[in-house]
């Protein structure tokens, strides 16, 4: 049973537009939310994370949205850059530690 | 910046073969992890540790062993490798969960690509 989902294996966006990641989760106890992008031949580095306790955090170009009642997150980037395409994992930490989606490969186009 | 180093980078198995990957932090991180990733797949927890001499299972930690003789090191051993222990390994790090930090930000290494054929 998946308790953290993104449901879109593959997005694809334009360059310089807004690109939104999606997830879902089903573990209220979940305290913090975090975002990780991840290249080809290489490890996970951290995005942007955001606190149970907030709606919504911001970091540059890259901006993260809770939606507590919903148990529901995004991730906004904008705007879209070549840089930006990867896979994008998302990951809720609660007392088990992280639990992990299955990520979304993101793909900007020129 | 070393941060989390892994070894190796690839190796191909055959059936029954033992091996350790390799996992070194410079980061004086207490807790230890070690992930697998399957194709299509997120990320699994197989091993981790809150410290020297302390280590637990994940997720998936059926056909691996871990230690955790120092800080900064934590090998995974696979005794008798499985055709379904063909994944990518990702060894991580962090500083334990606390009031102060970002959600137990995990530092990942570059991933160890493992074939069992």
């Known amino acids: 049973d998946q308790q953290v989902k993104q449901n879109s294996p593959s997005l694809s966006v334009q360059e310089g537009r807004i690109s939104i990641l999606n997830c879902d989760y089903t573990n209220s106890m979940f305290d913090y939310f975090l975002w990780y992008k991840k290249y080809p031949a290489e490890g996970p580095t951290f995005l942007i994370s955001i606190s149970s306790i907030k709606d919504k955090n911001e970091d540059g170009r890259f901006t993260v949205f809770l939606n507590k009642s919903a148990k529901h997150l995004s991730l906004h980037i904008v705007p879209s850059q070549p840089g930006d395409s990867a896979v994008y994992f998302c990951a809720a930490s609660g007392a088990d530690g992280l639990t992990f989606g299955k990520g979304t490969h993101l793909i900007i186009q020129p | 910046n070393a941060g989390v180093t892994q070894t190796p980078k690839f190796r191909i198995l055959k059936i029954g073969q033992s091996m350790t990957l390799q996992c070194t932090q410079d980061?004086?991180?207490?807790?230890m992890y070690w992930y697998r990733q399957d194709p299509g797949m997120g990320l699994k927890l197989i091993y981790y540790s809150v410290g020297a001499g302390i280590t637990d299972k994940g997720e998936v930690p059926n056909g691996y062993n871990v230690s955790r003789s120092t800080t900064e090191d934590f090998p995974l051993r696979l005794e008798l490798a499985a055709p379904s222990q063909t994944s990518v390994y990702f060894c991580?790090?962090?500083?334990?969960?606390?009031?102060?930090?970002?959600?137990?930000?995990?530092?990942f290494g570059e991933g160890s690509w493992l074939t069992v054929v």
């Open positions: 991580a790090s962090s500083r334990p969960r606390g009031p102060r930090n970002s959600g137990n930000t995990i530092y």
């Open positions: 980061m004086n991180h207490n807790y």
